[in-house]
């Protein structure tokens, strides 16, 4: 018993967290349709923030971590959408608990597969010229898939595999902060942020630069494939105008608010930035110019030192508490075992 309470001391609070926020915040949820208080309109809006929330900690691995400016997650999210659905359409003799992980997987792999393809060549490029490839290949990969029959069409790829939930959200939101998380605390992580801070030192101390951006780019495309495949089994009718360069940039700047390399940030972003245009719907007209000027002030605001500054402070305090809550805890098994003990 004393080897585990010692153990819970050295466990560092702060790397949970984001697990928690995500964990309170699906709790709320939770509690909320039990005692019947969760409408549609909040259950929508809460798988919109989910798949948010998967697009930007994965678009934050390629921007924040590696330091690579990707305008493509559109078109990952539109390979792991059309491909995932069309899985699920196949699989229809299939029950759910079956056919729709296979449309994850399915869908999370192809991305991958497109994010190594795409990868591969683009390796030497870097800033604005890695921008325009990415961005082009998103436009090409919509402009493509409208003209596959199997895949729709013109008209869109129809069948009705309304399966996506809130908790199948934020619960792949959970997997996909674990895996992007503990990458970036391990040996490949350091060798992603060596690349980040000065590629040629990174390769002159024997760092594989292209195995690792690689890397990167798989596993930020393969979670962009997940949140298509959410996003196709929400609705009936998919069009890859849901998938235009503008979702890229939608995503862009939920990473750029939050924070590059701070996934906390990130996530606080995400969620002002998701709910919020749903909050104004009832301004009508005037929705998308409050919101505009909201976001242009937040950029003012986050520019300001003052702001940064009494923001790191908040942060640290939210974490000091988060780790002080550990603490306490572990004092009172502490306390209960020395009690059992007498």
């Known amino acids: 018993m004393s080897e585990r309470i010692k153990n819970m001391k050295n466990i560092k609070w702060k790397s949970f967290t984001n697990y928690i926020i995500i964990g309170l915040a699906l709790l709320v949820l939770l509690i ?45 999210m539109c390979i792991g959408a059309f491909l995932g659905k069309f899985v699920s359409i196949e699989l229809a003799g299939l029950t759910v608990f079956l056919s729709f992980p296979i449309a994850l997987l399915v869908g999370g792999l192809s991305a991958a597969f497109f994010g190594f393809l795409i990868g591969l060549p683009t390796m030497r490029l870097r800033g604005d010229y890695l921008a325009i490839v990415t961005l082009a290949f998103g436009e090409i990969v919509r402009n493509v898939i ?26 792949l939101v959970l ?39 690689l890397i990167a780019f798989m596993i930020s495309a393969f979670f962009a494939g997940i949140a298509g495949v959410l996003y196709s089994h929400n ?13 890229s940039i939608e995503i862009l700047v939920f990473v750029v608010l939050g924070g ?24 009508d007209q005037y929705r998308m110019l409050i919101y505009s000027l909201i976001l242009i002030i937040i950029m003012i605001t986050k520019a300001s030192p003052k702001f940064n500054s009494y923001s790191k402070k908040t942060q640290n305090k939210i974490k000091a508490w988060f780790s002080g809550m550990g603490k306490k805890f572990s004092k009172k098994q502490n306390d209960n075992n020395s009690e059992v003990k007498k």
């Open 175 to 213: 997997v996909t902060l674990f895996v992007i998380q503990n990458l970036i605390k391990s040996r490949h992580g350091r060798a992603i942020l060596a690349i980040k801070n000065n590629d040629i030192a990174a390769r002159s101390v024997g760092v594989n630069v292209t195995k690792y951006k």
């Open 32 to 76: 909320m349709e039990t005692i019947g208080v969760l409408d549609r309109g909040t259950k929508s809006i809460a798988i919109t923030l989910g798949i948010n929330l998967i697009l930007a900690i994965s678009l934050s691995l390629i921007i924040g971590y590696l330091g690579e400016l990707s305008l493509g997650h559109a078109g990952f």
């Open 260 to 283: 590059m390399g701070n996934v906390t940030g990130t996530i606080i972003a995400t969620t002002i930035l998701t709910v919020l245009p749903e909050v104004l719907k009832v301004l």
């Open 146 to 171: 409208l003209n596959i029959d199997f895949l729709g069409g013109p008209g869109g790829l129809k069948g009705d595999t309304r399966v996506t939930n809130y908790m199948i959200c934020f619960v």
């Open 235 to 247: 609705t009936v009718l998919l069009s890859s105008s849901a998938f235009s360069y503008n979702r």
